[in-house]
């Protein structure tokens, strides 16, 4: 999700600041290499803008500076927002999932907003070492796919904003290999690195 701070009297800026005046806006991310800084980069490859990025340790870094007012925009998760949303403190300006957020049914995602096919979420999966038999695998696979099902479970992860997903372990793994592709190739063509 992308956010900015609140503002009760906005200025008026330039019809287009990011395309005017290329740089002046600056975002803030959770460390050079998270998935909010490629998330930004993937954000100014589609719409053709140029931000200044700003990293920080963490999350808690950047929402301070952003709600201060120092950072004009971030990227975080919805979990990491969903307070100082709720608070007022910041302000949604889009998710960047494919389909709007049960958690921000309001807020438009990124390709609603001219930038169709855009996406990027933020996901948990679950690994094996290698040669694990492949029995054991479709019945961990399985096991999850249960759990996850189950209602009370499905009620916590959504009181911490996750919605889960599931499925066969083909899926995940095509998932996976699509991940690391397509931020690969936004890491290529940005010269974003990991600390």
Request: proline share 7%; no cysteine.
């Amino acid at each position: 999700m992308l956010a900015s701070r609140t503002t009760t009297t906005p200025a008026a800026p330039a019809r287009y600041p990011a395309r005017d005046r290329p740089g002046s806006i600056a975002y803030a991310s959770l460390g050079n290499g998270s998935t909010s800084h490629l998330t930004m980069e993937a954000l100014q490859m589609a719409s053709g803008i140029k931000l200044n990025h700003i990293p920080f340790k963490g999350a808690a870094e950047a929402q301070t500076q952003v709600i201060a007012g120092g950072i004009q925009v971030m990227s975080d998760t919805i979990p990491g927002l969903l307070a100082h949303l709720k608070s007022g403190r910041l302000r949604a300006i889009g998710v960047a999932s494919a389909q709007r957020s049960p958690f921000a049914p309001d807020v438009p995602t990124i390709a609603e907003q001219n930038y169709p096919g855009f996406e990027s979420v933020g996901w948990i999966g679950m690994a094996a070492p290698a040669k694990t038999p492949p029995a054991v695998l479709d019945r961990l696979n399985a096991e999850i796919g249960r759990m996850l099902a189950n209602a009370e479970v499905q009620q916590r992860l959504a009181s911490l904003a996750f919605v889960a997903v599931g499925g066969s372990r083909e899926q995940f793994g095509a998932f996976m290999k699509a991940e690391i592709e397509k931020w690969s190739e936004v890491a290529r063509k940005t010269g974003a690195k990991a600390d």
